[in-house]
C-alpha cells in the first residue's frame, strides 16, 4: 500500500526509517493488522509529508522453538504461519536464530555448509527452521556439499522473524493506519520527536491495500505441475518454435511461421540459406504494429 505521512510540529529533519512499524485499523479498534515501511523517507520542517510504501508483515519476537536433542536434522515449527523469507528484497528478512545465546547463520541450503558450521536453513512451506547433521551430504556419492553443525543437546532455539497473513493482509479501503509508536521496534529518534518535540503525525492511505496472497495450496500446486509439464520448454520441431512464440504473452503474436535453415534478416534482397538456424516470421494481434522477423 501507498501511504501519505505527515509530521505536524516537526522542527528538525527527521528519517522515517525501512521497517517503521504501522498499524491499520480495522473496524472495531481492537483489530489491527500491522504493515512496515519497505522505504526510508525523510521529513522536514518544510517538506512534513512524504509518501511511504508499506507491506503487511507482522514481527514474531524471541519465540522459544524448544531445546536441541543432539541428533541430526532437527526440525523445529514456528508460531505464526506465512514467514518470509526474503534476503535481497527491497525489505530484507531472514529469521534471527539463537542456539544457546549464539546467533546462528543463515543459509539458502545446507549442502554447502561445512560440518561445524554454525548455521540454518528454513523451509517457508513448512514454516520450520532446519538444522544439519554435521557430516558430508550423501557419502560416497561424489557430492561435495556439507550439511551443518548439530544443535547440542539442552541447547534453547530461540527465533525471531517476519511473517504475513496473506490475503487477509488486504484490509479495507475504509481501514485508518498510524505509525505504532508504543512498539519496542520504533525507532529512536522518532520516539525522540515525539516525547521532546511533540510532534504528531498522521498517516492517510493513497489506495487500497492489495496483492497478498496465500502460499499455494497441494491441490493448486497438483495444477501447476501438470500445466507445467504438459507445456513445451524446448524448440526441436518447427511446430515448437511456433507454438513457443505464440504461447509468450509479452509478444501478443496472432500468428508465428517457423522457416528452417533460412535467415530473413540478411543484407541482400533474397533470403540465405543458413544451416542449423531457423528464422520466425510473426504477425502481432494488433494491427497497428508491422510485422517482425526474429532470427534464432
Not at 522542527?11 to 512496515?36: C, D, K, M, N
Not at 519465540?63 to 523469507?85: D, P, T, Y
Not at 507454438?243 to 501478443?252: Q, T
Amino acid at each position: 500500500v501507498q501511504l501519505s505521512v505527515t509530521a505536524a510540529g516537526l522542527r528538525s529533519e527527521l528519517v522515517l526509517p525501512q521497517g517503521t512499524p504501522i498499524l491499520a485499523y480495522v473496524g472495531e479498534i481492537s483489530q489491527t493488522v500491522s504493515f512496515e515501511c519497505v522505504d526510508s523517507v525523510v521529513l522536514t520542517p518544510a517538506v512534513p509529508t512524504a509518501l511511504v510504501q508499506a507491506r503487511q508483515t507482522a514481527f514474531a519476537a524471541d519465540e522459544l522453538l524448544g531445546r536441541g536433542s543432539g541428533r541430526a536434522h532437527q526440525i523445529f515449527h514456528m508460531k505464526e504461519a506465512h514467514v518470509v523469507v526474503d534476503p535481497t528484497g527491497a525489505l530484507p528478512s531472514i529469521p534471527h536464530v539463537t542456539v544457546g545465546g549464539r546467533r546462528w547463520t543463515y543459509a539458502p541450503t545446507l549442502l554447502d555448509s561445512s560440518p561445524d558450521a554454525e548455521v540454518f536453513a528454513v523451509l517457508p512451506h513448512l514454516n520450520v527452521i532446519h538444522f544439519g547433521d554435521g557430516t558430508t551430504a550423501y557419502e560416497g556419492s561424489g557430492v561435495a556439499g556439507r550439511a551443518g553443525r548439530i544443535p547440542p543437546q539442552g541447547a534453547e532455539i530461540v527465533v525471531s522473524y517476519r511473517h504475513t497473513l496473506g490475503e487477509r493482509g488486504n484490509v479495507p479501503a475504509d481501514a485508518e493506519f498510524e505509525i505504532d509508536l508504543y512498539t519496542k521496534r520504533l525507532h529512536a529518534s522518532i520516539a525522540q520527536a515525539v516525547e521532546e518535540s511533540g510532534v504528531a503525525f498522521k498517516v492517510v492511505s493513497e489506495e487500497r491495500p492489495a496483492g497478498g496472497l496465500n502460499p499455494t495450496s497441494l491441490a493448486e500446486a497438483r495444477e501447476e505441475a501438470i500445466t507445467a509439464l504438459s507445456r513445451r520448454w524446448r524448440a526441436i520441431t518447427t511446430e515448437d518454435f511456433e507454438s513457443l512464440a505464440l504461447d509468450e504473452p509479452a509478444f501478443n503474436l496472432k500468428r508465428a511461421k517457423c522457416v528452417p535453415e533460412v535467415d530473413f534478416t540478411a543484407s541482400t534482397d533474397d533470403a540465405t540459406r543458413k544451416p542449423g538456424g531457423v528464422s520466425l516470421i510473426v504477425v502481432p494481434k494488433s494491427e497497428s504494429t508491422p510485422a517482425h522477423t526474429l532470427e534464432h
